[in-house]
């Protein structure tokens, strides 16, 4: 009877639970690295918040800084053109042990590699996705010469 009850369970039940492990439904990505998991966890203070920007970078900076990732927070101020319609905004940037550069701030999901030699100017539009957009942008150099972590 034990010997029956075995055979039952390990032909019928024992894969059930082992397929029951999976997700259903979603494919097994492999492990993302270690700085992209920071950047991109939505439970970090900010994360996809309007108006949290500052709120993020220093959540991020604190956990990238202490994992030995270490970068520098970028300032700007940003004016929609022919409009009243203006204000300030701050994002990451951070360099790796292999020399790739990134980027994240707390409106998108993941950090973008950033290409080499491109400008402060040119990370903003990178995080937005668009260059054409009708929007003047002005770096704040001052506040970016002591913002490293």
Known sequence: MF?????????????????SAFPHG??????????????SDPGLSGKGKDGKCMDY???LSSRLASNGIHGQLIFYRWHIRNTRTEGSHVFVTYR????????????????KAVPSGATAAQLVYLLTGSESAPVDVQIQEGLNRISYF
Request: no cysteine; hydrophobic share 50%; charged share 15%.
């Open 57 to 59: 970078a220093i959540a």
């Open 96 to 111: 790796l042990s292999d020399g790739t550069k990134w980027i994240v701030d707390n409106e998108i999901t993941h950090p």
């Open 3 to 19: 010997k029956r009850i075995s055979v039952i369970f390990a032909s019928i039940i024992l894969p059930f639970l082992m397929l």
């Open 26 to 39: 979603q494919p097994l990505q492999p492990l993302q690295p270690l700085h992209y998991r920071l950047a």
